[in-house]
């Protein structure tokens, strides 16, 4: 059996557009909305909008989303006047894709509330000597710091943010959740959220989660009531305007139907995981712990569970969507030769043991959630899958796009053509991989 192991360098460069990195970026027209909260691996608006326009759909179109994320697609369908429904599984991303659609929340309302939040944090943090718009000068130990219960410290990615800027973190969510019962709560909550990762926090994306230069101290209220004020401005924008019915549910892809009417849906525009050894948690886990999405373990699995298995450390005992492409004599050979590599290089960890179970594991999920959606479909409609060819099993090329059409058309959709989105370098390898849309057709 011949080994499709991936290079350091591709023989063919593709058109030069598709290596610009921008184009996967938020362009400053784009950012009302969708920049209240964005997760760093989202897709740009601008490639909803081209498929929004590719697939004809019109305010009477109902645009789904199964992998929702923090809400581009679904956002940009409300933006466009077309229904959305969004379905996401984790909790932070679905809190901040279901705030991101709310556009009827009074203005002056928010702002006042915004600043008494405001003031009642200063007060309390100037009761300790602490001015939150001055470094701190003094002695650190001599402070009765907040922190976080040891269970759910241990969840965060070590050094990801400093003790002060913690401290005031937790002083600000503890004023703000007095206020549960506000209308305004809801809005002040996700500004809460962009500024700690993006302000307080020692957090970088490049594009992985990783941990920068700490921040000893850090402001709080200033930077939140700066996002807060780019939101009423956002939600200026569009006053007086009628935009339709947008939702996002709270639930896992692989089951659709007890959510979404039978044969309700025009278009499909998402992009799953990837399969990869990336653990999408880590990457909303500074602000999911601290806003409690997760407190400890037990948590931290349960929601893993309700995930498609994309990496190893979301595999689990009694997994058994690989038998959904048991006979799929390609995806076979795929996880075996990656098992090949892996006994060839004698990596012999427990999660290198995995690597071949989950990508059985992945495309048997997906094919999965596309077996549950088909009910769901109208006849003829549309659907557009962002996904990425990958390589972090040991650089066994994964053809994440072709393998996902092959699986699809095995379920009775037509694959009318796979575009390419972009190329992108892969880490391990210094490689360009691609990153493609599958265009699939449901007939009925």
Same mark, same amino acid.
């Given at each position: 059996m011949n080994q499709l192991i991936l290079p350091f360098a591709v023989d063919s460069t593709p058109e030069p557009n598709y290596k610009d990195r921008a184009i996967n970026r938020l362009t400053e027209q784009d950012k009302a909305f969708h920049d209240w909260y964005r997760f760093v691996l989202s897709y740009p608006a601008h490639l909803v909008r081209d498929y929004i326009y590719d697939f004809g759909l019109e305010p009477n179109s109902t645009l789904l989303d199964p992998f929702c994320g923090t809400g581009t697609t679904i956002v940009e369908a409300k933006l466009n006047g077309i229904e959305g429904i969004g379905i996401e599984a984790n909790p932070l991303a679905h809190f901040a894709a279901s705030v991101k659609l709310k556009w009827d929340v009074d203005r002056t309302g928010l702002n006042r509330f915004v600043r008494l939040v405001a003031d009642e944090t200063l007060r309390h943090l100037s009761e300790q000597g602490i001015d939150d718009q001055l470094p701190f000068q003094g002695d650190l130990a001599d402070l009765p710091l907040l922190t976080l219960h040891p269970d759910a410290a241990k969840l965060l990615i070590k050094n990801s943010i400093s003790p002060l800027p913690l401290h005031k973190i937790l002083v600000l969510r503890n004023c703000l959740n007095q206020y549960q019962l506000s209308p305004y709560y809801a809005h002040a909550r996700l500004a809460f959220v962009k500024m700690l990762v993006f302000c307080a926090s020692n957090v970088r994306f490049g594009p992985e989660i990783g941990v920068g230069k700490a921040k000893m101290d850090a402001p709080v209220v200033a930077p939140w009531l700066a996002v807060v004020a780019q939101m009423t401005e956002d939600l200026a924008s569009v006053d007086g305007r009628v935009f339709p019915n947008c939702v996002v549910h709270h639930a896992d892809a692989r089951k659709l139907s007890a959510?979404?009417?039978?044969?309700?849906?025009?278009?499909?525009?998402?992009?799953?995981?990837?399969?990869?050894?990336?653990? !999408?948690?880590?990457?909303?886990?500074?602000?999911?712990?601290?806003?409690?999405?997760?407190?400890?373990?037990?948590?931290?699995?349960?929601?893993?569970?309700?995930?498609?298995?994309?990496?190893?450390?979301?595999? !689990?005992?009694?997994?058994?969507?690989?038998?959904?492409?048991?006979?799929?004599?390609?995806?076979?050979?795929?996880?075996?030769?990656?098992?090949?590599?892996?006994?060839?290089?004698?990596?012999?960890?427990?999660?290198?043991?995995?690597?071949?179970?989950?990508?059985?594991?992945?495309?048997?999920?997906?094919?999965?959630?596309?077996?549950?959606?088909?009910?769901?479909?109208?006849?003829?409609?549309?659907?557009? !899958?962002?996904?990425?060819?990958?390589?972090? !099993?040991?650089?066994?090329?994964?053809?994440?796009?072709?393998?996902?059409?092959?699986?699809?058309?095995?379920?009775?959709?037509?694959?009318?053509?796979?575009?390419?989105?972009?190329?992108?370098?892969?880490?391990?390898?210094?490689?360009?991989?691609?990153?493609?849309?599958?265009?699939?057709?449901?007939?009925?």
């Open positions: 959510l979404v009417a039978p044969a309700s849906i025009d278009a499909v525009i998402t992009s799953p995981p990837y399969p990869n050894e990336k653990d !999408y948690t880590r990457t909303t886990r500074l602000e999911s712990v601290i806003l409690g999405f997760i407190s400890n373990n037990a948590e931290l699995r349960a929601l893993k569970k309700s995930l498609l298995r994309s990496n190893t450390r979301g595999v !689990y005992k009694g997994d058994t969507d690989d038998r959904w492409i048991a006979n799929h004599e390609k995806i076979s050979e795929l996880a075996a030769q990656i098992e090949a590599r892996r006994v060839e290089l004698n990596k012999t960890s427990g999660f290198e043991r995995l690597y071949g179970k989950v990508t059985k594991l992945y495309f048997g999920g997906m094919a999965r959630h596309l077996a549950e959606l088909r009910p769901l479909l109208k006849p003829g409609a549309k659907l557009a !899958y962002v996904v990425g060819d990958q390589a972090s !099993y040991l650089r066994v090329l994964i053809r994440t796009g072709q393998l996902l059409g092959e699986i699809a058309e095995d379920l009775g959709y037509q694959v009318k053509r796979i575009d390419l989105f972009r190329t992108r370098a892969a880490t391990a390898t210094k490689s360009e991989l691609r990153e493609e849309v599958v265009i699939l057709e449901w007939m009925g």
